[in-house]
């Protein structure tokens, strides 16, 4: 099967399933609970909100449970025992959410059972599917993922949320001031991962309104805490700058909104915090033994059979955690407590399932029947008028955005290098940045790891509000992440900019790529998020540091992220940087851009007549750069060596072996485009690049990897210039760098005749 018909049958597949979706059709009107609770102004809970937050917590629980079981019915489990964990805490954060200044995020987001059960319990979904659709639907998938109600920000892995929350939540406060506010539930596993961390002094030192909920039930993934990290996270999270708020319990609403008041309170002051479920222990003021456990949740007798099948005396003291996994899910919960204490009959419920159990049965237990109160005032509030929430998807990849006025790009072309000059890319960059955050102050927003004065956004700087521009010093890592979050604080065009050298986001930077793989629009298509992730200092173009970090593989890292992409730039000289940077803030969505350090020529037209680039100039993919008369073979240079190919042409016209030039600004082409384009050169492509493209025993990859396939399916012959092994490299200049490399106009001049 060639490329063409596979894609065009995956699209076919993609719209399918897309066709299938109740809720993934962009804009959502839904009619909930009229249960919404301004945090800001409302002191104390009423009674009925209280009641009313127990019933509909009951109904989420309810429906986790007949949804496992109907799992079970295919031999499927889950994340049961968490996500019963996450609804009472979630259901009261879902109704102080607003879905414009106050938000929230999920951390341990395969408890999402629990997050769909409570969305359901509100009415933004519809309760069978949750039962019917868990696990095997788009709509309602694995792990926490956007649909109305929900959240924007799709979990992954553990620790990702605790940085890009904190985005969000900085985020709102530039756009909205007093009031914004984000909520982030979290586990007690995730915490420690160095994001987590990072992200905790992140939010210290940019002061974000945000708090941070532990769910801490004393279980991971496959036995205790004690088992596997014995470590109390509050004096480590504390030492970050997070202000620690303890609690006895999540599962008490009133102690529970009492805590959310004094962290609203504090993130209004610029003062992060954790919400901490101490649990409740013995002490000079009670006896806490599985009795008090006992009476505390109403399930006396069947404790006391529990602990008597398993030789426990009842008077044995306990620890009881105040976020408890299994919650209301009686056995197993009982079988979490026993473990985190170390008592027999103990078993870790993450993987909780419905394997193997009546599902009527376990509805039946105590813990799942509300009250007669509580029943009256859902009832109450189901038949109440219904509030009305509007979702709206993210613009879609490619929408306007910050588009800068002709007057402007005609201003800054003035006071762009001529041709004649050699200068390094990052003066474009760095000039268009300027003029974009000149022109729209209020929509620019910059992240820095220190090295703003190196990768060129200190100008743009000058031009925005502190409350627009954040220094993270060499957190890279959650940097990325952190511009992730800025981008889901606002639906306006928006540029949101984080820079740092290539070689850190291939490394340590790459999760910030990685999350939009699982960060889906409201139209059901996961895509990158409105963020330009700026690669500084890209290829062997390092100035003399032999930096063993070097971003060779740079252009690999944005074409397998293509697909999540608007456009990736590769500009060739410092006027096509400002083309670039002027096109990726002019439009919405995902941006990547490769800026190389060191000095190139200005690039010009091949009658002299001026600059190649003018600042006016739309981007385009490829740009003819030299055109000889006869020319049967083509060059294809990907950015920096542009000028290498020029050399190259010049000096085969002159020997009688005419060949044209085209530099590749970025992706993706225009493929029947360049495939067209291709087609008129039968005797065939070579293509230069400043990047790894591997060699006969890994296979081609970058740039090379791409014309390789164009020119099979074209039937022409074709060659590639690039690093095939980085291994050993001299301490010296670009130029000679390049040379060892066999980054050469003689290497082309060859390829070209060996065609």
Same mark, same amino acid.
Request: proline letters at 5%; a negative charge; glycine letters at 10%.
């Given at each position: @099967?060639?490329?063409?018909?596979?894609?065009?049958?995956?699209?076919?597949?993609?719209?399918?399933?897309? =066709?299938?979706?109740?809720?993934?059709?962009?804009?959502?009107?839904?009619?909930?609970?009229?249960?919404? *609770?301004?945090?800001?102004?409302?002191?104390?809970?009423?009674?009925?909100?209280?009641?009313?937050?127990?019933?509909?917590?009951?109904?989420?629980?309810?429906?986790?449970?007949?949804?496992?079981?109907?799992?079970?019915?295919?031999?499927?489990?889950?994340?049961? /025992?968490?996500?019963?964990?996450?609804?009472?805490?979630?259901?009261?954060?879902?109704?102080?959410?607003?879905?414009?200044?106050?938000?929230?995020? *999920?951390?341990?987001?395969?408890?999402?059972?629990?997050?769909?059960?409570?969305?359901?319990?509100?009415?933004? *979904?519809?309760?069978?599917?949750?039962?019917?659709?868990?696990?095997?639907?788009?709509?309602?998938?694995?792990?926490?993922?956007?649909?109305?109600?929900?959240?924007?920000?799709?979990?992954?892995?553990?620790?990702?949320?605790?940085?890009?929350? @904190?985005?969000?939540?900085? /985020?709102?406060?530039?756009?909205?001031?007093?009031?914004?506010?984000?909520?982030?539930?979290?586990?007690?596993?995730?915490?420690?991962?160095?994001?987590?961390?990072?992200?905790?002094?992140?939010?210290?030192?940019?002061?974000?309104?945000?708090?941070?909920?532990?769910?801490?039930?004393?279980?991971?993934?496959?036995?205790?805490?004690?088992?596997? @990290?014995?470590?109390?996270?509050?004096?480590?999270?504390?030492?970050?700058?997070?202000?620690?708020?303890? *609690?006895?319990?999540?599962?008490?609403?009133?102690?529970?909104?009492?805590?959310?008041?004094?962290?609203?309170?504090?993130?209004?002051?610029?003062?992060?915090?954790?919400?901490?479920?101490?649990?409740?222990?013995? =002490?000079?003021?009670?006896?806490?033994?599985?009795?008090?456990?006992?009476?505390?949740?109403?399930?006396? $007798?069947?404790?006391?059979?529990?602990?008597?099948?398993?030789?426990?005396?009842?008077?044995? $003291?306990i620890w009881v955690p105040g976020a408890l996994m299994s919650y209301r899910d009686l056995y197993p919960m009982l079988e979490c407590v026993f473990l985190v204490n170390n008592l027999p009959g103990g078993k870790g419920h993450h993987d909780g399932s419905m394997k193997g159990r009546k599902e009527e049965e376990v509805l039946a237990n105590p813990m799942m029947q509300a009250t007669s109160e509580q029943q009256a005032a859902l009832s109450a509030l189901r038949q109440a008028k219904p509030r009305l929430v509007k979702t709206?998807?993210?613009?879609?990849?490619?929408?306007?955005?910050?588009?800068?006025?002709? =007057?402007?790009?005609?201003?800054?072309?003035? $006071?762009?290098?001529?041709?004649?000059?050699?200068?390094?890319?990052?003066?474009?960059?760095?000039?268009?940045?300027?003029?974009?955050? $000149?022109?729209?102050?209020?929509?620019?927003?910059?992240?820095?790891?220190?090295?703003d004065a190196s990768t060129k956004l200190d100008k743009a700087r000058q031009h925005i509000k502190p409350d627009h521009q954040f220094e993270m010093s060499i957190e890279e890592q959650v940097s990325a992440m952190m511009a992730n979050g800025l981008a889901m604080s606002s639906r306006d065009p928006q540029l949101n900019v984080f820079s740092t050298f290539a070689a850190f986001f291939e490394g340590i930077a790459r999760e910030g790529f990685e999350m939009w793989r699982y960060q889906r629009n409201l139209n059901g298509v996961n895509e990158g998020l409105n963020v330009c992730m700026h690669l500084s200092h890209v290829g062997a173009c390092t100035g003399r540091d032999h930096f063993s970090g070097w971003g060779l593989d740079w252009i690999s890292l944005a074409l397998g992220y293509l697909p999540y992409l608007h456009r990736f730039y590769a500009p060739a000289d410092v006027r096509s940087a400002f083309v670039a940077v002027k096109d990726l803030a002019a439009h919405y969505g995902a941006h990547i851009i490769g800026i190389p350090r060191d000095n190139l020529p200005v690039l010009a037209k091949q009658d002299g007549s001026g600059p190649l680039y003018k600042a006016t100039d739309d981007w385009e993919p490829i740009t003819s750069f030299r055109r000889y008369e006869g020319a049967t073979k083509l060059i294809l240079a990907m950015g920096a060596p542009a000028f290498l190919a020029d050399q190259a042409a010049a000096r085969l016209a002159e020997a009688g072996t005419p060949v044209d030039v085209a530099i590749v600004n970025g992706m993706p082409l225009d493929l029947p485009a360049t495939l067209k384009l291709i087609k008129k050169y039968p005797g065939g492509v070579v293509s230069i690049e400043d990047g790894l493209i591997g060699g006969l025993s890994s296979g081609l990859r970058g740039f090379a990897a791409v014309v390789a396939g164009l020119a099979c399916k074209a039937a022409v012959p074709a060659d590639f210039i690039g690093i095939v092994d980085p291994r050993t490299a001299p301490s010296e200049g670009h130029m000679e760098t390049w040379e060892h490399f066999g980054i050469t106009a003689d290497a082309l001049v060859d390829a070209v005749k060996g065609l």
């Open positions: @099967m060639t490329l063409d018909p596979a894609w065009a049958a995956q699209q076919q597949r993609n719209q399918q399933l897309l =066709d299938t979706s109740r809720y993934l059709k962009g804009d959502v009107e839904s009619k909930v609970v009229p249960l919404h *609770i301004d945090i800001g102004r409302q002191a104390n809970l009423t009674r009925d909100q209280i009641l009313g937050l127990q019933a509909l917590e009951i109904d989420a629980a309810r429906t986790a449970i007949s949804s496992l079981a109907s799992l079970a019915t295919i031999g499927e489990l889950d994340h049961l /025992g968490g996500g019963l964990d996450l609804t009472p805490a979630l259901t009261l954060t879902v109704a102080c959410t607003d879905y414009e200044k106050k938000e929230y995020a *999920i951390e341990n987001g395969h408890c999402s059972i629990g997050y769909f059960g409570v969305l359901s319990a509100f009415g933004f *979904i519809d309760k069978q599917d949750v039962i019917d659709k868990f696990r095997r639907d788009l709509d309602i998938a694995g792990h926490v993922s956007w649909i109305p109600g929900g959240t924007q920000l799709g979990s992954g892995r553990l620790g990702v949320m605790i940085p890009t929350a @904190m985005g969000q939540a900085v /985020g709102l406060r530039a756009k909205h001031g007093e009031g914004a506010w984000v909520v982030c539930h979290c586990g007690d596993a995730g915490w420690i991962s160095g994001q987590a961390l990072n992200g905790f002094n992140g939010a210290d030192l940019q002061k974000a309104p945000i708090t941070y909920i532990m769910h801490r039930n004393g279980i991971q993934l496959s036995g205790s805490n004690k088992e596997i @990290m014995d470590k109390d996270p509050r004096p480590i999270i504390q030492a970050m700058g997070i202000e620690i708020i303890e *609690i006895p319990s999540l599962h008490d609403v009133v102690g529970l909104y009492a805590a959310y008041r004094q962290a609203y309170t504090l993130a209004q002051k610029g003062r992060p915090s954790l919400i901490y479920p101490t649990g409740y222990r013995t =002490d000079d003021q009670q006896v806490v033994d599985l009795k008090h456990f006992a009476e505390q949740y109403g399930i006396v $007798k069947e404790t006391e059979a529990f602990a008597k099948a398993n030789n426990v005396a009842t008077s044995t $003291k709206l998807a993210r613009p879609a990849s490619g929408s306007p955005n910050l588009v800068l006025s002709k =007057d402007v790009c005609e201003e800054a072309d003035k $006071k762009l290098p001529p041709i004649g000059k050699e200068t390094s890319p990052r003066g474009g960059s760095q000039a268009a940045y300027e003029a974009v955050a $000149k022109s729209f102050p209020e929509r620019v927003f910059v992240i820095s790891c220190d090295l």
